[in-house]
């Protein structure tokens, strides 16, 4: 015979009214600030060269996992089913890509590769519950793929924005041209380091 003590049916109910409720699976954008999300050195950089790789519509997720000196490592871009936001749908399809583009860090102690999600979207640039449910969904997807969780970028028709940042811009948007791949794979090379970090400062300025 076994004792013991079964939870009432009303904490069961509760329990299963918390997991089912997609509320409950996103982050305000306070909690997003108080994370100690890592800050994009060049985020213009990065969301151009994104937009000229993928050409993202609304509704179209580019994740991408940048190495340690913000180089792109990999991304990958698919299309938001029509559904309710739900933080737990968006991790297990960013957590796909993950897995399809890049093997995991999970044998590190340390993250070294931090993973940025940029979403398009009809609307504004103002925090959205949808927002919310990415956010939730990258951080999670990171944690189990082994990589640092970095930025969560909104590019709409007025332009892009780094949101828990404040930082923005109104080229590229969901409307806008792709600029040429040519370019960002010129700045992507590795360039021999002849004039210490000054000259470092300057090829970084040019770059851009």
Known sequence: MTFGFAPSSAASMSTSATSANPLARMLEPAEWAAAGIPLLRNPREVVSGLHARHRPRPATAVVAVLDPDERLSASASFTRRPAPADGWMFRNALLAQLRRVIPHDLRRRTPVRTAVLLYCRDGDARWTEEDGAWMWGLRDA???????????????????????????????????????????????????????????????????
């Open 142 to 208: 990171c944690t189990l793929h082994g990589l640092r969780c970095g930025a969560y970028i909104t590019l709409t028709r007025d332009g892009w924005q780094v949101l828990g940042e404040g930082r923005g811009g109104r080229r590229p948007n969901a409307d806008s041209p792709p600029e040429s791949l040519e370019s960002f794979a010129a700045a992507e090379t590795v360039q021999p380091r002849t004039g210490g970090a000054a000259s470092e400062v300057l090829r970084r300025a040019a770059a851009r």
